[in-house]
Nanobody, 122 residues
Framework: QIQVAESGGGLVQAGGSLRLSCTASGLTFDDYAMGWFRQAPGKEREWVSCINWSGSSTSYSDSVKGRFTISRDNAKNTFYLQMNDLKPEDTAIYYC???????????????WGQGTQVTVSS
């Protein structure tokens, strides 16, 4: 019933920016914290960022802190990941995720999108 879907990936040069979007359905969106994860080829999935129900509280992995910004628009059932100063090591498939329960951050992903590819060239 619950579905999430991300979009906005692409190819960008190092130092560039990209904004990812994730739209959720089947849940009361403004009750849920939401998160972004990524997975590079041959590597384990990595948590990137989390945002609470209202957007008043956010958290980031050390690798993206200061460069990425998570936000949400509850009226659109959508949240975003603004990625600035992209680096080649940011290259990965990015996934958005919803938790099973309407809890706050951090979350364990229960419902996942199909992923959107972000490729950062040197």
């Amino acid at each position: 019933q619950i579905q999430v879907a991300e979009s906005g990936g692409g190819l960008v040069q190092a130092g560039g920016s990209l904004r990812l979007s994730c739209t959720a359905s089947g849940l009361t969106f403004d009750d849920y914290a939401m998160g972004w994860f990524r997975q590079a080829p041959g590597k384990e999935r990595e948590w990137v960022s989390c945002i609470n129900w209202s957007g008043s509280s956010t958290s980031y992995s050390d690798s993206v802190k200061g460069r990425f910004t998570i936000s949400r628009d509850n009226a659109k059932n959508t949240f975003y990941l603004q990625m600035n100063d992209l680096k080649p090591e940011d290259t990965a498939i990015y996934y958005c995720a919803a938790p099973e329960y309407d809890a706050g951050c951090p979350i364990l992903g229960r419902y996942w999108g199909q992923g959107t590819q972000v490729t950062v060239s040197s």
